[in-house]
């Protein structure tokens, strides 16, 4: 299926369910900004993003996707400008992550915002305490249940 297909597809998903089955819709507003993210169209991507932020009883699952794209979005606007501020908020946005869904979401889901949290505080390094803070977000990630047992407590 082509770009424009799938976009199209999940705006009529999104269309069809929104009243009838709202988490459905959610699901759905979730896989098409994460596929205007993996396009580049950081845009469509951040707006999508937002309209999930404002809405009311988003499942956990659906909001720490929503934290991790505003964080790439952020990482990848920083590392193509330099922008140091960008860096702050994909380290804010991948912490919300564990902060605000830790208990309710996938753990592979806060694991990758573990993992991106500590990798992005390790590039920021605006603070004294950079080097710890990532260190002990890698701790949590590796020693802790249950994100000791993802995927992305192996990686490096």
């Not at 098409?32 to 707006?47: N, P, Q």
């Not at 949290?117 to 990532?134: D, G, I, R, T």
Request: with cysteine; glycine share 6%; net charge positive.
């Amino acid at each position: 299926m082509s770009p424009e297909g799938f976009t199209r597809a999940l705006t009529d998903l999104i269309s069809k369910t929104s009243s009838s089955a709202p988490f459905v819709a959610d699901v759905a507003r979730a896989d098409l900004a994460d596929s205007y993210r993996a396009e580049k169209k950081y845009t469509e991507a951040d707006e999508i993003y937002k309209q999930i932020e404002e809405r009311k009883g988003v499942s956990d699952n659906v909001r720490a996707r929503m934290f991790l794209g505003l964080g790439y979005i952020a990482m990848e606007k920083a590392v193509a400008d330099g922008n140091k501020e960008a860096m702050h908020d994909a380290l804010k946005n991948f912490l919300k992550v564990f902060l605000n869904c830790k208990d309710g979401a996938d753990p592979e889901l806060v694991g990758e915002g573990l993992y991106n949290a500590a990798k992005v505080c390790e590039q920021w390094n605006e603070l004294p305490s950079c080097k710890l803070m990532a260190a002990r977000l890698r701790g949590r990630l590796r020693l802790r249940a249950p994100w000791k047992n993802t995927s992305w407590a192996s990686k490096k």
